[in-house]
Each structure stands twice: as structure tokens, then as C-alpha cells.
């Protein structure tokens, strides 16, 4: 019976055999699953966007970089800001100080480890922090008694441009920073070298640093600053502060820049006891914003403040006796500002 029953399912498979298998498609290893149609179209379409991203990089590359790198400086250029200068600890400028608009004796909270590297010549770093962000800020300043050093602004004839450094030795400076902002054919506004204006006087530049014939250095933020009598001079930007009452832009923005924008800075001031302060940051990216910057140095006891050119024309260079400190531009300036002995 068994027997039976297993040749009669035989035959009725012989009967009715199985449908065959559809031929594979075009391309298609024999034996191999067919590829869906789906993801054919994820295939093609990860393709095009390649295609599309490395046109849109080749062409707007450098703008889309500059989008990013703005939005990420507008985003840390704000809030809570910690400073620590050698020895001291990491100490939190309170938030009075932050929108501070008047600045007096008793807000000079920030005490640099000074080191004096030449008579009426110091030198120190302050960093600063904006918590969570682990990297910190290094501010180098420079404070200058003008009683022992003389200014000098100084750039080539054909104002071609050049490392600070360079620019530095052939001027004879001991100490040089960057100084106005250029375009392609030189310097924009004032621009007085030795005595003698190479520039005209810009009305859109209200920031003006000025040296006297007698040697005394000056911070004047008015447009139509009275240049008479100035032996070294030039226009920068932005205007700061004016005995010792910071700008209001500097805390609400306006004019038509952002001042939470966190960027390399080089600035000047004038403080309390008539000693300047060449500042600049000491960083690849980033930086401070403006009005950080404007905080830093009220906090330092400046009373007169303004900016200079930054950015990627930020750089200082000093060479004196044993001391070298070096902040590399990444780009080439045509007008610096220094000094040397008196």
C-alpha cells in the first residue's frame, strides 16, 4: 500500500511540474537575485548628489565656507567670559562688566602677569574661556610707556605688502602690530608716516591713532578728527571707547557689522595713567568678538580704545633682548605701527 500511494504522487508530479524560474534581468549574474527597483533610483540618486555637492563646493566653496564660519563665531561670541593670566586662576567677568558701558578705576579687574622685557616695556598673556567650549583665547598685550619709547607708523613707498615681521625690521621697530585696514592699491584713510600724510583723511573711519611731534600717543574717535601737528597716524576701525564710556553699538550692534562675531583682533588703548596697550589674539581661528573685546580692555583700565585692522591681517611681532613673540598673519599687511628706543 505504501508503494502504492508513492508512485501515484510520483506520476501526479510528473503531471503538473513546477513553473519555471523568470529569466534574470539584463546584467544580471545568472543565479543572482534580481536588483529592485528601488534601489536602482537610491543608487542614481546618491549619484546625482555627488554630482550636485562637488559643482556647488567648486563654485560657491569659499562663500559656503565663510557662511559656516561666520554662523560659528556668532554662536560662541556671546555669554558667560572666564579669564586666567599665569599664576591666577580661571575668574568669571561678572555679567555688570559684560554690558558695561562706563568704565571706571574700580572695573580695571583684569591683572596681567606682567613681565617687563625692557624698561617701560611689558609683556603678558591673558586667556580667555567661554565655558563649555574647552579652548580658550590668548590675548597678548604689550603695555608701552611713551616716556621711553617713540611710535612710529610706517609702510613701503609703493605700499606693497609683507609679513609684519619684515615690515618691522626695515622700519626698525622692536615691537610691531598691523595696523589700518587696505584694499588692493593700499591703505584706507589717514595714513601719516614720519610727519608726512600719504593718505587723505577718510569720513567713514571714525577711529583715529595719533602721535604728536612731542611724541605723545593719542586715541581720538571722531570723524573729523583735527590732524594738525601729527607725526604718525592713522584711521581704524571700529571706535571703541572715549574716557572710559564704551560705545554703544559695541553692546547692541548695528552699523552694519555684528559684534558677536568672534574673530582674530588687533586693537590699542590708551589707560588711566597715560601707558598704551597693544593687544592682538593669539589664534589660528576664532578669537574675540567686539563687544568681548571692548569688555577685555575696560577691564584692563583703558579709558581711549579702538580696533585695528583683524581678522586674517592680525599679527604682532617683538624682538627685544631675549624676548621673541611672534603672532603670524596669515596675511601680508602694507602699514604697521611700533616702536623703538627713545
Known sequence: MTMTMLAGRGKAAMANPAAPAAPPEAGTAPGSPPTPPTRRWRWALGGLAVVVTTALL?????QLVGAAHEVAGRLVGGGRLYWSSGATAWQELPIA?????????????????????????????????????????????????????????????????????????????????????????????????????????????????LVDRGGRPRIVNQKSADVSGVEQGFQGFPAIMTAGRTFSYLRTGGRGFDVRVADRRTAACVTGDKRVLLVATDTWTGGLSLSELATALGALGCVDAMGFDGGASTALSLHVGDTHREIRGLDTVPVIVGVSPR
Open 97 to 209: 562688566l559684560l554690558l558695561r558701558r562706563d568704565w571706571g578705576p574700580t572695573d580695571a579687574v583684569i591683572t596681567p602677569d606682567w613681565s617687563e622685557v625692557a624698561p617701560g616695556l611689558a609683556l603678558a598673556d591673558v586667556k580667555f574661556a567661554r565655558p563649555p567650549d574647552p579652548r580658550d583665547i590668548d590675548l597678548v598685550v604689550v603695555r608701552i610707556d611713551p616716556a621711553r619709547w617713540q611710535f612710529r607708523v610706517w609702510g613701503r613707498a609703493d605700499w606693497s605688502r609683507a609679513p609684519v615681521a619684515t615690515l618691522a625690521q626695515e622700519a626698525g621697530l622692536v615691537l610691531a602690530v598691523n595696523a589700518p585696514y587696505f584694499a588692493e592699491d593700499g591703505p584706507l584713510g589717514l595714513v601719516v608716516s614720519d610727519g608726512v600724510s600719504r593718505n587723505r583723511q577718510g569720513s567713514r573711519r571714525a577711529a583715529h591713532f
Open 58 to 62: 567648486a563654485t560657491f566653496g569659499e
